[in-house]
């Protein structure tokens, strides 16, 4: 059972770049997905989420518009792409597998599996 994020790199301001979250292991059905991102000495903000149930999206307010979450069931693949990136996008990005089909708007309370970090980092 993991996530596995992948797709980070270095990008200029403007540029666009997409995300990938590869899954395994268990029932994509049962579980939303979200998005979140950690930059040097801030806290862990949510980005994005999936709702498994109604395939409704989530965004915070600073990616609103810029960014897109989507899901490939046949490629057990989740993807964030991110247009318009801002130096403030800057940050380690972590796919990660709610407990719930629902998602909580970009909450990340009752999130149980984590992958590993994907950088990606916008210059100015």
């Known amino acids: 059972v993991q996530l596995q994020a992948s797709g980070g790199g270095l990008v200029q301001a403007g540029d666009s770049l997409r995300l990938s979250c590869a899954t395994s292991?268990?029932?994509?059905?049962?579980?939303?997905i979200g998005w979140f991102r950690q930059a040097p000495g801030k806290e862990r903000e949510g980005v994005a989420c999936i709702s498994s149930s109604d395939g409704m999206t989530y965004y915070a307010d600073s990616v609103k518009n810029r960014f897109t979450i989507s899901r490939d069931n046949a490629k057990r693949t989740f993807y964030l792409q991110m247009n318009s990136l801002k130096p403030e996008d800057t940050a380690d990005y972590y796919c990660a597998r709610r407990y719930f089909r629902a998602c909580d708007g970009v909450e990340g309370t009752s999130y149980d599996l984590w992958g590993q970090g994907t950088l990606v980092t916008v210059s100015s």
């Open positions: 292991g268990f029932t994509l059905d049962y579980y939303a």
